[in-house]
Nanobody
């Protein structure tokens, strides 16, 4: 089992930016795709963005399009989420996830697609 480590969360004001990072602990890996999900208090875990590990395909939930950018550095085995123009409604615990071999056909926005999850990093946006 691959352990994923998130970093970069924090407390910011509305309109500010943050960049989250996610990398596996202690080993290289070959995911088919990776993703960010978030969970606010009292709500279900929500898809935010996903990226294929090869090629340029990326997917976003409508509420973050134009504000968030998902990217990866294959050489560093690291995925990023650049979050700009943050809003109070973006406040949540953000989790990274990886689709590891054997890959499955669930769509990118489904939690069922991902085998390995991080512990989460808190993002709080004050108004």
């Amino acid at each position: 089992q691959v352990q994923l480590i998130e970093s970069g969360g924090g407390l910011v004001q509305a309109g500010d930016s943050l960049r989250l990072s996610c990398a596996p602990s202690g080993r290289t890996f070959s995911p088919y795709a990776m993703a960010w999900f978030r969970q606010a208090p009292g709500k279900e875990r929500e898809f935010v963005a996903a990226i294929k590990w090869s090629g340029s395909s990326a997917y976003y939930v409508d509420s973050v399009k134009g504000r968030f950018t998902i990217s990866r550095d294959n050489a560093k085995n690291t995925m990023y989420l650049q979050m700009n123009s943050l809003k109070p409604e973006d406040t949540a615990v953000y989790y990274c996830a990886a689709d590891l071999p054997p890959y499955n056909s669930n769509w990118y926005d489904s939690t069922l697609k991902y085998d390995s999850w991080g512990q989460g990093t808190q993002v709080t946006v004050s108004s």
